[in-house]
């Protein structure tokens, strides 16, 4: 049974930093991609990032770019979003994914999904 934990949001004021991390367990994590989704209140879920197999491919939606790093630990099976400069338009629950593939921002994922962790930036 696949599993994904999110932890490491909270409450933080713009311009502030939070790093993100997502346990993943049940399948064969380091074949996969993963990527990082989010949605805030009232909005449609967002791809953020995503990062492939071998951490060597990343994508980075317009809004997070050069803001936020995505990266893996395969021996931990561990996915990180490290968010940067944050501002209050990035607050959200955010979401890790089990990939199929992504190409750029087109993407399919597996449906296996956490609980998400909240991410609140005040102004």
């Known amino acids: 049974q696949v599993q994904l934990v999110e932890s490491g949001g909270g409450l933080v004021q713009a311009g502030g930093s939070l790093r993100l991390a997502c346990a993943a367990s049940?399948?064969?994590?380091?074949?996969?991609?993963m990527g990082w989704l989010r949605q805030a209140p009232g909005k449609e879920r967002e791809f953020v990032a995503a990062?492939?197999?071998?951490?060597?491919?990343?994508y980075y939606a317009d809004s997070v770019k050069g803001r936020f790093t995505i990266s893996r630990d395969n021996a931990k099976n561990m996915v990180y979003l490290l968010m940067n400069s944050l501002k209050p338009e990035d607050t959200a629950v955010y979401y890790c994914?089990?990939?199929?593939?992504?190409?750029?921002?087109?993407?399919?994922?597996?449906?296996?999904w956490g609980q998400g962790t909240q991410v609140t930036v005040s102004s």
């Open positions: 990062i492939s197999w071998s951490g060597v491919t990343t």
């Open positions: 994914n089990i990939l199929k593939w992504f190409d750029g921002s087109h993407y399919e994922g597996w449906d296996y």
């Open positions: 049940g399948r064969t994590f380091s074949s996969y991609a």
